[in-house]
């Protein structure tokens, strides 16, 4: 099983999304996060999927999608050439006993404290999804009361990645 | 103008002559406006007969069929057609009408989501939102329909959408898709790789599958095999590519194929796929078919390359396109060797039958049948055990085959037929059923008759759904279990209640009856007393 990050420029129609995610449960193909937002021009969506198979599954899955009406283009989004960021909010159990304990893990990873409550604090962070599995592995002597997390939005390297749109 | 009104006109500029289907109130206004167009409507008795129909006449016109049903149950009636017609990619614009469009998703009477429910078997759908945009949706609906892998699209119009007025309606020239530009040309490179790789063979073999027909390919095919010398297969949407009897063609391949077809296709060492999926029935262990081979896969499909199979040499495009300019070159894959191996094989395997002399023979039915039947007659088998029977025995010459392979959909030839003569009024046109796949649309025999269209029928009556018992036959040794038909319907009294003609055969020495069914003008069941015991297995 490998793991691989695809980037979508589709049409941005309605029920688009549910073409997509259709193809995805009917064909038995994997979805570990989607992520989906109109780009700098209103016509189109940009979507983000991360998804895993052997290389025959993610051939299909690639020419699949590929075939579907509105799909504009597809790409692989490869480690070595691109960012992948996610955004999370943690909502942690912290009372004023240990609530210096969070703050400072939440610092280490440039983490910031968006909300603070008598009994909670919520931390939003940045990254990939490393990073994002690190830090909730750091929090595991805390209680995480909700996690949120929006899986990835990736973006290729450089001038050579660039998805012209017409 | 009307949103229907405009509906209508979109259909003249795409030249559609027939449109199938079932009104309600949701599809009223289409059916109003329709009455001031010189399109011919055929009032269908159930909605999924309406999808078979426009595809009879689309595969036999090379067109796209039409069809256009209510909202609610008329649109799921006719879910199994678009199904049917998704399986075996065939153009059908399915147009349905829908609820108010201020109501949708509010579960008013007659509402379903009809868009949502077909969206995994048809090629593209639409829900249109604003009457402006008929023109664009109906331009890009056939475009869709009609090119690169054909197949259904589903248009559902909400009443108010259809009553809304239309300004300065304009039927666009051209389509301006920006992400759906189907591949046509094979690409040159993969191309000099298909001919190097056909002349280093030694053993070469095309299967051929549906894509054939749907590219209207046959005669370059035929060209670029007679040039060639290459023998060809073809899976059972194939059938009809070659004529059967052509001395290159060596029958359908798969479970329910030809022995030697099958023997063909596991020894050659060059084997060229066109337009075929390599789906179970026809290849059932695709990884042998890759094993110590070389695997030539031409689809226009880029999806369907390597999905069941993982091909040597993969070529996306249109058949036509591709054979036309393979047509360009001489490639000498003549080898006398090989060929005379195919011949003896198709001489010595046989699948062995052992008629019962009480009952009509199927094999010798068929074989009656294909020799009085008009060169250019087309055929339309239903799904069953005579669906097998009429691939084996039906013999192709300058007709046509039509059938439900991908689906295998009971009931599809009644309807298919219909769409087939009223698009081809001067060609013969039969129906092959069972009674089985008869009764799912003997409904569609008053349809026959209100267009006084001249399809004959054949019913192999045998009291079983004969394919499901020849199952439990051999997977659940004779425990038959819901397969039994009884003697109902008295198909004489039937025929006399919808004013058909109606023969009768019990015996193989009563063929000749036959002839006179097939010669005359009025529309004729047929009743084939066949063994209800037979297999097609052997």
Known sequence: MKRKVFQLIVDNTSGVLSRISGLFSRRGYNIESITAGVTADPKYTRITIVTSGDNDVLEQIEKQVAKLIDVRDIKVLEPSNSVYRELALIKVKAEANNRQGVISIADIFRANIIDVGPKTLIIELTGDQEKIDAFLKLLEGYEILELARTGIAGLGRGIENVTYLP | ?538
């Open chain 2, 1 to 538: 103008m009307n949103g229907a009104d405009a509906i209508i006109k979109c259909l003249e500029e795409e030249k559609v002559k027939y449109v199938f289907g079932y009104p309600g109130v949701a599809i009223c206004p289409f059916y109003n406006s329709i009455l001031s167009s010189d399109i011919k409507t055929v009032l269908v008795r159930t909605e999924q007969s309406a999808a078979h129909m426009a595809s009879g006449l689309a595969r036999t016109t090379g067109t796209v069929g039409v069809c256009a049903v209510t909202s609610g149950p008329g649109a799921t009636n006719l879910l199994t057609g678009i199904a049917t017609a998704f399986a075996d990619s065939i153009p059908l614009v399915c147009i349905t009408g829908q609820v108010n469009s201020s109501l949708l998703g509010s579960d008013v009477f007659q509402e379903a989501d009809v868009t949502g429910a077909a969206e995994s078997f048809v090629k593209y759908s639409y829900l249109i939102k604003n009457v402006n945009d008929i023109p664009r949706i109906m331009k890009e609906a056939f475009h869709i329909a009609s090119t690169g892998r054909k197949g259904p699209v589903l248009i559902d119009v909400p009443i108010d959408i259809q009553n809304a007025v239309i300004k300065n309606f304009k039927y666009p020239e051209e389509v301006n898709m920006r992400t759906y530009k189907p591949t046509v040309k094979g690409n040159g490179m993969q191309l000099k790789r298909l001919v190097s790789a056909l002349e280093k063979a030694k053993r070469p073999l095309i299967c051929v599958g549906g894509g054939v027909a749907l590219s209207n390919a046959e005669s370059e095919l035929r060209k670029f095999v007679e040039k060639s010398n290459i023998p060809v297969v073809s899976t059972m949407m194939g059938i009809g590519a070659m004529p059967t009897e052509h001395p290159l063609y060596f029958g359908m391949v798969g479970n329910n194929g030809k022995p030697y077809a099958n023997k063909a296709i596991r020894e050659c060492d060059t084997l060229l796929m066109v337009g075929a999926r390599v789906a179970d029935r026809a290849v059932n262990q695709p990884d042998f078919l890759t094993d110590h081979k070389v695997m030539i896969h031409m689809d226009v499909d880029p999806a369907e390359i390597g999905k069941n199979i993982g091909p040597t040499i993969p070529i996306v495009g249109d058949a036509k396109a591709i054979f036309e300019e393979l047509n360009k070159e001489d490639i000498n894959a003549s080898e006398p060797e090989w060929l005379n191996k195919l011949y003896e094989y198709k001489k010595e395997l046989n699948i062995k039958r052992f008629p019962d002399s009480k009952y009509v023979d199927p094999q010798e039915f068929i074989e009656y049948l294909s020799d009085k039947m008009d060169e250019d007659g087309i055929y339309v088998a239903d799904v069953g055990q005579n669906q097998i029977w009429s691939c084996a025995y039906h013999v192709v010459k300058k007709g046509r085959f039509l059938t439900s392979g991908g689906m295998g959909t009971m009931g599809y030839s009644i309807p298919a037929a219909l769409g087939a003569k009223l698009a081809n009024p001067g060609k013969q046109v039969i129906a092959v059923c069972g009674d089985g796949s008869f009764q799912m649309s003997m409904c569609e025999l008053a349809t026959i008759k209100q267009e006084n269209a001249n399809v004959k029928i054949i019913v192999f009556k045998n009291g079983y759904l004969g394919m499901v018992r020849e199952y439990q036959h051999f997977t659940y040794k004779d425990n038959y279990s819901v397969v039994e038909l009884n003697d109902y319907p008295d198909l004489e009294a039937l025929a006399k209640a919808y004013d058909f003609d109606y023969f009768k055969v019990t015996l193989d020495k009563e063929l000749s009856r036959t002839d006179k069914f097939l010669a005359s003008d009025n529309p004729g069941i047929m009743e084939v007393n066949i063994n209800p015991m037979d297999i097609v297995k052997g």
